[in-house]
Structures are given as structure tokens and as C-alpha cells.
């Protein structure tokens, strides 16, 4: 979902298209050859700069939505707000999401390229079928949401009022699930039609509008009365729960403007047959399997969660904003670097060029390290003052923020996992390999799911969400480095001897910065546990300073290729 909420995370890891991060994607057919080099490094590294401030501004927003729904909410009505607004994350994928970037936009390129009219008969009879589609799934899971709440709600921890909430606020938040297919096919349009802005900043209005609605929330409720799921008024879940409905609204509606732009013209042509439906089917049917896995373990997440966040204990509402700072950083870095290298990748696999393949494989994987080291040191070491600045306030007690903080420091260890398993699987994409990163992922979700169990038997409820984020942790290293196994099988040498070399001097240049952040934050008032936004805006302050100066010292002593690359990119454009 568009504003941010915990998604299958390999497909597209924020909802929308992999494409859709402000720079023009190049198809595989109009990709010419390039020699790798050190020319390549600088050039991904500066296209994904640029991708990474633009997407930035939509992250931000985003997360700010999310904090004010926490501080308006609450732990406890905030934990049933977010519960429901998983389910229509979960059928989007299911219906649309890894079938979208996986298999739409594809095809939609190739019909663009071949189809004498540019691809738009054809586009307007998927357009077509996909509404229809959507809204009938639509109508049947809002029909059934009391039947899936009680499934994902079902637990001796959960009580019946925390369960009718989630169902009360799912019947309001479900219908989004037809607006956001509906956005991300107008997103996968434009796109193949070289249009990148709408995409791009269409969820800002998403989130204005959300962002708005908790501004009304506040003028009209307050923040007096202590919320539950047994007091919270009629007018108050519908002011939320509809709101949310209309930010999504909103956001499709919003991109309408640019299809006109890009000489689109929406005309309702009904004929499935001539979509040839049994292709797509073939094509999808990995990827079907493959999110389809990957949902399984929300449902569980979802339970495991629920039963901890029935009480005062950090929950869903707690595990999503933290799964959302990790998304942010993966999103602006990971995201940026796949994307710059993904067209390169594309070309060289369908030219049977698996050399250069495996080159860009090793450049992705030394760049989102290098990149994401002092995200995972400032996650890991500033997690409390981190929460308490982003969180605290209104219904969220300094004491709730700090626990959300220890997720963060858990979910740190996590960041590169999860950015090096999704760079493999656009490998794995590039190279039409589907099928094999549908079967890579049944272990590594059995490992996720059995985690999710284990941890939430064994660990006190307080720990719950920190306990689910180390087994995403764990399930995404497994998932690298199976993915990588199989793809020395596939494309050959991987040369990782020179990627370990890269990730060694990474690591002890970030463990270095690491160290001197805590000594120092130690020694500042509050000591890592800020009492209040002053001593955990000057912890940040201080601590952020020493990890960032640090981190650029090592990494430059011990030669880390990337950072001094970037570097020298930022020296050459400050003297310009």
C-alpha cells in the first residue's frame, strides 16, 4: 500500500512498480551493450542518487502519515487500525502485485514496441479487464472481511473487542484494494510511456490527505480520552477508516491528468479473449506462487503480532512503523541502485552476456553495502532517540517510543539482508528466472514462518515485535544467500572473493563508527534512553555527526571503491 504498511517483500518493496523512482527505465530492446567499467560505477551510482533524493520526499511523507496515525491512535486501536490495513495490502499482491512488475510491464513494453497503434488498443482492453477484475475481488473480500479477521485475529491473547475493531475498520479500508491496482496500472502505463512524475508523486496526495484527516481527528476528538478498541466511538473509527479510503482515492484519481499527457486515451474495450490470457497466465503462475508464498507468513506475522499488541506491549502498529524506517532505507538506497543496474542487467542476460551479468550482480551488492552501512550503525546504535523523535507524542508515550526503538535496533541487522535478497531476485528476473525465485522462496518463508512461531512462544510478549523482526532478519540472509548459490550455478563466477573483500572493509569501517557513536551518546544526558524530544534530537544530533564523520574516515583509509566514488561525485558537483 501507497503510505507505507508491511508488504511481501520481494515484489515491488513499497507497492509500486520497480520502476517508478523518478528515472526513465530503458527496456531490454532498447538497451545498447555496455562494457563494464569503472565509468558503470560512477554512472549507477549517480542515477541512483538522483533516484534516491527523489523518492525520498514520498518516504518522508509517508512515514510522517504512519507517526501521526500512531500518536493519534494509540498502541492499542492504532495495533487494530494497522491489522486492517494488512489485508488489503495482502490481496493486492495476490491479485496484482509481483504479476505487475513481473509480467504486465513486460508485456506491456513488447506491445508498445510491436503493435502498430503503440500498444494502446491493447492497454485499454487490460485496463478494461483489470477493472472488472478488481472490483469484483473487491466486492468479495469486503463481503468476506469478517471471516479473514477472524483468522488473522484468532488467539487466547486477542479479545473480542480488539477483533470486532479490526473487522470495523476493515470494511472501510478494504475497498482500497481496487484503487491501488487501479494506480499501479495507470503507474505501469505511464511508465512504458516514459512518464515517471505522476507515478512518483501521486502518494504524496495519498498521504496529505491522511495527513489531514489525523489533523481533523485531533481539532474535533482531542487526545483526552484514553482510546481502546472497547470506548472508540462510531465517528471516530469512520473519520480514520474513511479517510484512509480517500487518500487512495485520491491518489488514482490524480493520475489521471498524466495519461492525457502521455497521449493516452481510456477507452472501455471489453475482450478478454484477445488479451491472450493464457499467456499471461503461464508467465504469471511462478510469481503467483511465489507472493502467494510470501503471504502466508503475514498471516502468521499478522497473528503473532495481534497477540502481543492486545496488551500494552509493542504490536502491529509498533512493527510497522519500524518495517517502514527499514523499507525507507532500503527504498531510497536499495531500490535506487536495482533500479539503475536492473535495464544493464535485462540487456546483458537476454544477449546471453552473463559475464556482465554477474559484473552488475557484484557492483549492486558493493554499493547498497556501502551505501546502507551507516543507515544499519545509526538504526542500531540510536534506535531509542530515533523512536522517540519520530514517534512520541499524543497518545504514544515516551516509554512506547523506546520500545518501538528496540525493534529498530533488532530490524538494523536486517537492512543489507533484505537489500542484497531483492537485488538477486531482479537478477533472478532479468534472466526470465521466475521459476526459480518462487522456489528459493518456499524455505526461506517455512524459516520466516517457524521463526515467527518459535519466537512468539518462547519470547515475553514485550519482545514479540522485536522477536518477528529477527526472524524477517534471518529468513532474508537465508534467502541471499541461497540466491546466490543458484545464481553461481546460473550465470557462473560470481567472483565474491571481491565482494567479501568489499563487505569486510564495509563492516569494520561501520563497526568502528558504530563503537564511537554509543561511547559518546553515553556520555550525553538520557545515555541512549532519551527521557523527552530534546535529549533524543541531541543524541541524534551528536551520535549521527560521529557515525557519519567516522564511517567516510575508515571507509576512505581502508580504499572502500564506492564510498570514495561518491565522494569524488560530490566533490565534482560542488565544484561545478
Not at 488473522?152 to 491473547?157: L, M, P
Not at 518462487?438 to 512461531?453: D, E, S
Amino acid at each position: 500500500m501507497n503510505g507505507g504498511l508491511y508488504r511481501s517483500t520481494h515484489a515491488a518493496p513499497d507497492g509500486r512498480p520497480p520502476a517508478q523512482e523518478g528515472v526513465t527505465v530503458v527496456s531490454v530492446e532498447d538497451q545498447a551493450p555496455e562494457q563494464p567499467g569503472h565509468d558503470e560505477v560512477g554512472s549507477t551510482a549517480g542515477q541512483s542518487a538522483i533516484m534516491a533524493i527523489g523518492s525520498l520526499v514520498s518516504r518522508v511523507i509517508g512515514f510522517v502519515r504512519n507517526a501521526l496515525i500512531g500518536m493519534v491512535l494509540g498502541e492499542a486501536v492504532g495495533d487494530a487500525y494497522t491489522g486492517a490495513q494488512f489485508l488489503p495490502g495482502q490481496i493486492y499482491e495476490l491479485l496484482l502485485g509481483g504479476i505487475l512488475s513481473s509480467v504486465l510491464i513486460p508485456l506491456l513494453v513488447r506491445r508498445r514496441k510491436a503493435d502498430p497503434d503503440g500498444g494502446q488498443e491493447f492497454t485499454q482492453r487490460l485496463l478494461s479487464f483489470a477493472v472488472v477484475t478488481l472490483g469484483v475481488a473487491t466486492v468479495l473480500v469486503v463481503l468476506a472481511a469478517p471471516l479473514i479477521t477472524a483468522i488473522q485475529t484468532s488467539g487466547d491473547d486477542t479479545s473480542a473487542d480488539f477483533r470486532e475493531l479490526v473487522t470495523n475498520f476493515s470494511y472501510l479500508i478494504l475497498p482500497i484494494i481496487f484503487f491501488t491496482g487501479l494506480s499501479a496500472l495507470i503507474g505501469a502505463v505511464l511508465n512504458v510511456r516514459g512518464h515517471f512524475a505522476a507515478p512518483m508523486w501521486a502518494p504524496i496526495l495519498n498521504n496529505i490527505v491522511v495527513i489531514a484527516v489525523c489533523g481533523v481527528f485531533l481539532l474535533v476528538f482531542g487526545t483526552d480520552k484514553d482510546l481502546t478498541p472497547e470506548n472508540i466511538s462510531a465517528g471516530e473509527l469512520i473519520l480514520i477508516g474513511a479517510g484512509t479510503l480517500v487518500g487512495m482515492v485520491v491518489q488514482a484519481i490524480g493520475l489521471l491528468p498524466a495519461l492525457r499527457k502521455v497521449g493516452f486515451r481510456w477507452a472501455w474495450r471489453w475482450a478478454p479473449r484477445e488479451l491472450g490470457l493464457r499467456e499471461i497466465g503461464h508467465l504469471a503462475g511462478w510469481t503467483l506462487c511465489y507472493v502467494g508464498v510470501n503471504q502466508l507468513s503475514v498471516f502468521a506475522l499478522v497473528r503473532a503480532l495481534n497477540s502481543a499488541g492486545s496488551t500494552d506491549n509493542p504490536g502491529a502498529l509498533a512493527f510497522n512503523n519500524i518495517f517502514l524506517l527499514t523499507m525507507m532505507a532500503h527504498g531510497i538506497i536499495g531500490v535506487s541502485v536495482i533500479t539503475a543496474l536492473l535495464p544493464k542487467m535485462s540487456a546483458a542476460a537476454a544477449e546471453g552476456r552473463l559475464a556482465e551479468v554477474s559484473d552488475d550482480l557484484n557492483r549492486g551488492i558493493k554499493l547498497v553495502s556501502a551505501a546502507l552501512a551507516p543507515v544499519v550503525v545509526a538504526y542500531a546504535v540510536l534506535g531509542g532517540p530515533i523512536a522517540v523523535i519520530l514517534f512520541a507524542g499524543g497518545r504514544i508515550t515516551n516509554a512506547d517510543a523506546l520500545a518501538m526503538g528496540t525493534v529498530l535496533t533488532v530490524a538494523a541487522f536486517a537492512i543489507l539482508p533484505l537489500s542484497i535478497s531483492i537485488l538477486c531476485t531482479n537478477v533472478f528476473y532479468a534472466l526470465q528466472g521466475n521459476k526459480e525465485a518462487a522456489l528459493i522462496n518456499v524455505p526461506v518463508v517455512v524459516v520466516r514462518i517457524a521463526g515467527y512461531f518459535v519466537l512468539a512462544e518462547f519470547l515475553d510478549q514485550s519482545l514479540t515485535a522485536a522477536g518477528m523482526t529477527a526472524a524477517n532478519g534471518v529468513s532474508y540472509l537465508l534467502a541471499a544467500v541461497i540466491s546466490l548459490a543458484v545464481l553461481r550455478r546460473r550465470i557462473g563466477r560470481l567472483n565474491l572473493s571481491s565482494v567479501a573483500s568489499s563487505l569486510v572493509r564495509v563492516a569494520i569501517a561501520a563497526g568502528v563508527a558504530g563503537v564511537l557513536a554509543f561511547l559518546v551518546t553515553r556520555l550525553l544526558p538520557g545515555a541512549g534512553a532519551p527521557d523527552g524530544r530534546v535529549e533524543a534530537i541531541v543524541q541524534l544530533a551528536v551520535g549521527g555527526t560521529v557515525i557519519l564523520i567516522a564511517y567516510l574516515v575508515m571507509a576512505l583509509l581502508l580504499r572502500v571503491a564506492e564510498v570514495s566514488q561518491v565522494v569524488g561525485m560530490v566533490r565534482r558537483k560542488i565544484g561545478r
